[in-house]
């Protein structure tokens, strides 16, 4: 079958249409997923930096109420909630230069510190329930401080370690040992808090139902374990899986719904919760006995 000019032009002319279109579609899908990823980074940041902003101003509340104490373990505690959701507000608004570095090691150290402080943060609170629940049981209470240092000392070196053989070998398989070892630490986190978190609330459930302020310090140990449990497990499991499967990495910026869901479940909430759980301040007068997190 023989065609006619005109056919032919007309042929060509639909072909390069057709390209023409699927061009714009790419075009438009990448201005969507860029839209998409500005309005997932960006909230997070928001998200972030009111956290930030609500352990900052129970921190100044907590100063100006016990000034004549020091660095207590709440203070402390607040403290340390200010520089992790910090960190990861500005981490989050500067997204398109953080997931752009290279070399891709420091990308991930700069991502990973942040993790590394909010297990610090939270396993600080595991150890004010430790020596509250040894005082109360007259167990010697000495050694769990240096455990705690210990422990977070471990972490952060092995961590350390990991970074170096990221630089040096940069091999998929110091990635994974990142990833798994990052889902070790989280389930020591959630242990602790099972642990202690667990025995302080029927310790306190022993205590006559007319003891003062009984039902509120169950309401708080309680709520407060369950909340650091399930985050802490939830970032193991995913730490886990992507440590095997890189679809599941949260930690790349292609995925900013994976993103938001991931640390909206095992950070942005929890934390929150848990300040407002946490919010009572001491009372003015105190004993020499006074610990921090009331």
Request: net charge positive.
């Amino acid at each position: 079958m023989v065609r006619t000019k005109n056919e032919m032009v007309i042929k060509e002319s639909n072909d390069n249409y057709g390209v023409i279109i699927d061009l714009l579609n790419e075009i438009n899908v990448e201005e969507e997923s860029k839209g998409l990823q500005n309005s997932v980074y960006y909230a997070l940041c928001a998200c972030y930096f009111f956290v930030a902003l609500i352990a900052l101003v129970q921190l100044v509340r907590i100063q100006m109420r016990v000034p004549e104490f020091g660095w207590t373990t709440q203070k402390i505690f607040h403290l340390m909630n200010v520089l992790v959701n910090g960190l990861r507000a500005i981490l989050f608004g500067l997204y398109k230069i953080v997931f752009q570095i290279r070399p891709h090691a420091v990308e991930i150290i700069l991502l990973d510190l942040p993790g590394l402080l909010f297990f610090s943060t939270y396993t600080l609170l595991v150890l004010f329930w430790a020596e509250i629940y040894h005082q109360a049981r007259s167990i010697p209470a000495d050694r769990l401080r240096p455990i705690y240092y210990s422990v977070n000392g471990v972490v952060y070196l092995i961590q350390i370690i990991i970074w170096i053989c990221m630089r040096i070998g940069r091999g998929h398989a110091a990635l994974e040992a990142a990833r798994l070892f990052f889902a070790v630490a989280s389930f020591i986190a959630a242990s602790g808090f099972l642990i202690y978190g667990g025995r302080l609330f029927y310790m306190l459930r022993s205590f006559p139902i007319e003891s003062r302020g009984r039902q509120k310090k169950l309401y708080e140990v309680g709520c407060v374990t369950v909340i650091c449990c399930t985050c802490f497990l939830v970032r193991c499991v995913v730490a886990a899986i992507s440590a095997f499967n890189e679809d599941i990495d949260v930690d790349v910026m292609d995925h900013p719904l994976a993103n938001l869901l991931y640390y909206m479940v095992v950070e942005i909430v929890p934390s929150a919760l848990v300040l407002f759980i946490l919010r009572k301040l001491p009372p003015k007068r105190v004993s020499d006995q006074y610990h921090a997190i009331e």
